[in-house]
């Protein structure tokens, strides 16, 4: 069955961990149609259209259908056990939707592994931490350009002649700037297993980030982080997003964070979709109110 709804996600009495500086747009209004779109938001480039997922008995995703525009920071709540991490998988290729379609920049995914969807720009971050722990920060890192990289065997006894130390040192500057970018550049030769779980949250990032995604999925970014990890995290992920025009869909249980920081958001409860749209649409509709905080205080 579901777990328990966390209390302490309540919409009330929560402050936002953000100041307002880099709050949502509000130009903007959900569902259906938007009336007014920010500038650096465009046109959809993901598409969800009846997703559903079972798992033997169990109904992980209803019918959800949603859509993300091109610089859109989205993201996805819901209580414990709601279809979110299913949601993502589907997306990246972990699981393939029981029935629905997904459509990346208006092609199918549908025959796509979860490689070819790496390849073709989708980049994850997992809600528990797949990072290679007897590897240093730098290598972990270097991993996530490796489908970037040219040289293979055949170039690799070449290694002056063919340009291979060219892009090699190029593939290390994108690297350290993303080490930079991340302020993790105290612990870049550091083993990732030795690293505290905060550190270790922001090496999986810049992996993720390293394999230069059009469309960036990250999975519970700052759970279990103290608030002021948290508002680091939530300040690289609003740089990403503005700044750096990647389209994010994110998972996250602060509701301070989800609501200071999202364009938009999709609410999931027992596989269903129950809201999408702005953070205001959400924080009023009570549907979303009786989710997460029961019929009796409605
Ligand atoms: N691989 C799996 N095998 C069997 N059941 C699964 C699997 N993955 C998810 N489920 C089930 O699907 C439902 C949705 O799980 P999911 O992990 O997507 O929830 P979630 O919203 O991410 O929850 P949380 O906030 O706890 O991370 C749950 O009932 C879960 O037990
Ligand atoms: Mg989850």
Not at 25 to 37: D, E, F
Not at 278 to 288: F, I, K, R, Y
């Amino acid at each position: 069955m579901y777990s328990e709804v966390r209390h302490d996600e309540s919409f009330d009495n929560k402050p936002c961990v953000l100041s307002c500086s880099v709050g949502p747009s509000t130009s903007a209004s959900w569902p259906g149609q938007p009336s007014v779109i920010e500038p650096r938001i465009g046109a959809q480039v993901l598409v969800g259209e009846g997703i559903s997922l079972t798992f033997g008995g169990v109904k992980a995703l209803r019918n959800v259908s949603f859509d993300v525009r091109k610089g859109e920071l989205f993201s996805i709540i819901g209580p414990n056990g709601a279809g979110k991490t299913s949601l993502l998988n589907c997306v990246s290729g972990r699981y393939k939707p029981s029935q629905g379609e997904l459509r990346f920049e208006g092609v199918s995914l549908t025959s796509l592994g979860a490689s070819r969807r790496a390849q073709s720009g989708i980049a994850r971050t997992f809600q528990n931490l797949a990072l290679f722990s007897h590897m240093t920060v730098l290598d972990n890192i270097l991993v996530g350009r490796h489908h970037l990289m040219r040289s293979n065997f055949l170039t690799e006894g070449l290694y002056w002649l063919t340009g291979a130390a060219k892009e090699e040192a190029a593939h290390r500057r994108r690297v350290e700037e993303l080490i930079e970018f991340l302020e993790i550049e105290h612990v870049r030769h550091a083993m990732a297993g030795s690293l505290s779980y905060g550190l270790r949250k922001r090496v999986e990032l810049a992996r993720a980030m390293a394999i230069e995604p059009r469309l960036l999925l990250l999975d519970e970014p700052m759970a279990g982080m103290n608030l002021e990890e948290k508002e680091d995290i939530a300040r690289f992920v609003v740089e990403l997003s503005r700044e750096r025009g990647t389209t994010i869909i994110m998972i996250e249980h602060d509701m301070g964070v989800v609501m200071d920081i999202s364009d938009r958001v999709l609410v999931l409860n027992y596989g269903e979709v129950i809201a999408q749209g702005t953070p205001a649409d959400v924080l009023t509709n009570s549907t979303v109110r009786q989710a997460y905080l029961g019929a009796e205080s409605i």
